[in-house]
């Protein structure tokens, strides 16, 4: 007697693997099971691409595909819908890493100039959305806005420029273009294509630029940086007061 497997997998690029949602039976597959998967997935997280697979083994457990087809040793597998669809939305969603690492493949920048350049992405996609680039915040350090979790991980290079490379590991196979981890990250996210139009008309317009001057851009008087700073404090800079203050120059 034959058992019956339905596999969905995706690249998780929090994990840095592929991760399955594995549903098995001794008798033919339930359709309804797998239309709720999908109903569920778009439900929470819209249109998502998955590989889909199916075949038949011996067992209903998930040893028997790897051991018939070794493609799937490597995946992450889940037989709990739910958890699978929570990876899913997690890894949606954008981190600020995720953004500085991706502005670091366009144009390599000192670390104090990655600070600048995401503040000013988070502030001009918070302008045109109403919406977070991502959750973390920007807080008040004594030259201009940072978060905190980029600080720590890229303070190491301190002011030189930073040597951050990703390798092309991702193929858009319909267009046979090799792109990053990053790109995809960022343009795979629920707002992508607005956060990836942002994150280019703000390279175009303070790209050029040399850290101080962006400095002394966020140091304006009366706004958002200065309006929190007290040294040594790393006062939270509001999204009220960015979205008020904010003066793109296009």
Known sequence: MAAFHFIAIMSHYQRGTRIGWHYSSMDMLDKEVI?????????????????????????PEWSSVVKKDKFFADVFITEEMDTFIDYVSADQE??????????????????????KLLYYCYAEFLSRT?????????VAY????????????????????????????????????????SFIKVASSEHGLVALDCIIDVLKAYGDMAPFDLVDKTHQVGGPWDRVYKPGQNSIISDESIIQ???FAR
């Open 35 to 59: 239309n709720s998967f999908f109903s569920k997935v778009k439900k929470r997280c819209g249109d998502v691409h998955f590989g889909i697979h199916k075949l038949s083994t011996e067992s």
């Open 94 to 115: 954008l981190t600020a890493n995720d953004v500085a690492k991706f502005l670091l493949t366009l144009i390599p920048s000192s670390h104090l100039k990655l600070q």
């Open 130 to 138: 109403g919406q977070k680039l991502f959750d973390e915040s920007f």
């Open 142 to 181: 004594k030259y201009g806005p940072v978060v905190e979790s980029v600080f720590s991980t890229f303070r190491s290079h301190g002011s030189s420029i930073i040597d951050y490379q990703e390798d092309a590991t991702f193929l858009i196979t319909t267009k046979d273009i090799a792109t990053t981890p």
């Open 245 to 247: 203050y904010h003066d």
